[in-house]
């Protein structure tokens, strides 16, 4: 049936490769930053590849960024320091800094299931309101 052994046994490990492998999704969620809110185009995704493509609104005048935790608690009941947020008390994702107003960035990360935060966390930002939940699915 096989001309080989080798044969068999590469079949045999890509099938196994192609049943074994989890099914990860690459998405991208636009992220836009405005005065008072973060809007997501999605508020939920699938775990696996997620592209964050971050713009800050063109009327806000101020320089913001975008910030991804991990945490089970609400996007609005984080605990507050000196006007931002303590990102050492969660398990921070990964962020982008510097955004000036009109201008986007991009942020890829792999996320596993669970809950998120994505926060801006310059000063005082958290509390005009720039945060909003993410859940990843399996």
Partial sequence: MFSSPRT???????????????????????ATLLMNTIQLNASDVKAGTVTFEVSNAPDTGLKHELVVLKTDLAADKLPLKNGQVSESQFKKMGEVEDIDP????????????????LICNQPGHYSMGLHTSLLVTR
């Fill in 102 to 117: 009109g201008k986007s960035k991009r942020l890829t990360l792999k996320l596993a299931p669970g809950r998120y935060v």
């Fill in 8 to 30: 068999a046994v590469f079949l045999g490990m890509a099938a196994l490769g192609l049943v074994c492998s989890p099914s990860y999704a690459e998405q991208t969620i636009k």
